[in-house]
T-cell receptor, first 113, second 112 residues
Framework: DTAVSQTPKYLVTQMGNDKSIKCEQN?????MYWYKQDSKKFLKIMFS???????INETVPNRFSPKSPDKAHLNLHINSLELGDSAVYFC????????????FGAGTRLSVL | QKEVEQNSGPLSVPEGAIASLNCTYS??????FFWYRQYSGKSPELIMS????GDKEDGRFTAQLNKASQYVSLLIRDSQPSDSATYLC????????????FGQGTTLQVKP
């Protein structure tokens, strides 16, 4: 069983569309994260949730909205997609806040045309 | 000044040699330090964590932390072609947010 799983793995869409990426972890962790990795491979945190509560929101445009229905799931919804949103989005989880060993999902490669 | 800095490389070493990867960080209150390995097209994979000054060894890998100099390094002994990847330094800054700040990564090439 994959510990942190994301769907879809690839997402190709047109500018202006709305899309969602789903993430689930079966590790029993309390904390989940979304990261964006741009074309230069720079990995930057976007959001973190701890037990369904938003902890970090790193100056991300409000077109990006995370949702955590329970502590095992953290989904990312993106409205009005722009060319600059093209990147690989990684979900990660850690046992609890402050226990910073984070385990990453396989990533979702988003291409906005 | 970037919060976490690494030389992007590529760093090229012959098989069997020691590869030395370096990272500096700006937040003096940082509490936790990690090295992740990322193969092309794959997700980051944790290889080492270190929290206190000194050396920490795990197999062929040694992490070194010097908080006074705000410097963390990773040594890979007996480098293998399978070690060829991008190595990401990640730092947990002060505060209890769980946030990790990543460097831009160093690409390592181990030549047979």
């Amino acid at each position: 069983d994959t510990a942190v799983s994301q769907t879809p793995k690839y997402l190709v869409t047109q500018m202006g569309n709305d899309k969602s990426i789903k993430c689930e972890q079966n590790l029993g962790h309390d904390t989940m994260y979304w990261y964006k990795q741009d074309s230069k491979k720079f990995l930057k945190i976007m959001f973190s949730y701890n037990n369904k509560e938003l902890i970090i929101n790193e100056t991300v445009p409000n077109r990006f909205s995370p949702k955590s229905p329970d502590k095992a799931h953290l989904n990312l919804h993106i409205n009005s997609l722009e060319l600059g949103d093209s990147a690989v989005y990684f979900c990660a989880s850690s046992q609890e806040l402050g226990k910073n060993i984070q385990y990453f999902g396989a990533g979702t490669r988003l291409s906005v045309l | 000044q970037k919060e976490v800095e690494q030389n992007s490389g590529p760093l090229s070493v012959p098989e069997g040699a020691i590869a030395s990867l370096n990272c500096t960080y700006s937040d003096r209150g940082s509490q936790s330090f990690f090295w992740y390995r990322q193969y092309s097209g794959k997700s980051p994979e944790l290889i080492m964590s270190i929290y206190s000054n000194g050396d920490k060894e795990d197999g062929r890998f040694t992490a070194q932390l010097n908080k006074a100099s705000q410097y963390v390094s990773l040594l890979i002994r007996d480098s293998q072609p399978s070690d060829s990847a991008t190595y990401l330094c990640a730092v947990g800054p002060s505060g209890n947010t769980g946030k990790l700040i990543f460097g831009q990564g160093t690409t390592l090439q181990v030549k047979p």
